[in-house]
DNA sequence: TATTCGCTGGGCAATATGCGCAGCAGAACA
DNA sequence: TGTTCTGCTGCGCATATTGCCCAGCGAATA
């Protein structure tokens, strides 16, 4: 479950230069072949390596605008409205959260005005309530794992 | 920019088959071996495709809690603000949203205890003068794109 | 009509992969 | 103390893939 230095040596490079080869990394990492195919296999059977799917950058697409949606749904209706928000491809995803509101979903759209059309296209279902919207200007800090899976690491294995 | 049906076709089975090459996708694609390479070239140029970086599960690496944080800034001290979250590494992403000057960032912690712990060390900072935290739950829609690929592949060629 | 562009299909040397193997050091355990 | 695991090493081999070249060809374009 937890990872040592090494993985977390594999994670980062595989991070930096991701259509790397194992042989590659073995010379990297300075372990042999084995030990990477190894270590490679266990991340993806624990889980800690999802996958390695490409990285899709929704601008280039035409999708250049972010939004964040809290929704309120109505009582028993949680069910119908995760089914009809998978439908819509510009739900990049959804979680259901505590407090204010009971989900949040972000967004994409071709541009505000198109913003709108998708809003109304999430609302537009029976048991959503309300829906409270919050664009995304800025990305100061994209998402990331790395830091994390260092400081993960590093807890593992102090040297 | 936009992406046709084989370009879309091409990251559907990249998304699907991660650790595929560059010939068996061409098999698989019915394209020849240059097409498929010359089309990954051009994706990755054109931003479409970021990369191949390894999808890190934070729960694998003991951060099973996940939460969203809307933080209140303090005139002028945006800048810093940024920089402070930058150097956490339970803070996943950082958005700078529309309303106050605030912002929504994603956290993780080892535990709802341990949440405690990173919200005080994201908002123990001069500039934030107030956090509201919303724990996230379920995760109905994890975060997605091969819809949109879909979509945006199609609305070029409908074919 | 002439040109450009993208795709095809082929060939080539160099490289990487999947796989198996034995040896070895350290840790756990009796 | 001796035994058994486990993980890493370093090697070899047959096969598959890569990176790179080329000429031809059809469609769109000037």
Redesign the interface.
């Known amino acids: ?3 040592d230095h090494l993985d977390g040596r594999l ?1 980062v490079l ?2 930096r230069e ?2 790397i080869g194992v042989l590659e990394a073995s010379r990297r990492l300075g372990v042999a072949r084995g030990t990477v195919q190894a270590r490679m296999d266990r991340l993806q059977s ?18 250049p605008v ?1 939004a ?1 949606a809290t929704l309120e749904i109505k009582q028993g209706q949680g069910a119908d409205v ?1 089914a009809h ?2 439908t819509v ?13 009971d989900m ?3 967004l ?1 759209a071709r541009s505000n005005a198109d913003l709108q059309r998708v809003i109304d296209r999430v609302v537009g279902f029976d048991g959503i309530v309300r829906a409270s919207t ?12 790395i ?6 690491s590093d807890d593992t294995e102090p040297g």
């Open positions: 479950m937890a990872i994670i595989l991070a991701p259509r624990n889980g800690v390596i999802r996958g390695f799917g490409p990285d899709v950058d929704p601008a280039a697409l035409g999708y972010t964040f995760r928000l998978a491809a510009e739900v990049l995803e959804l979680h259901t959260i505590t407090g204010h509101g949040l979903c972000r994409v919050a664009i995304v200007m800025e990305n100061p800090v994209p998402l990331r794992i830091p994390l899976v260092e400081q993960a």
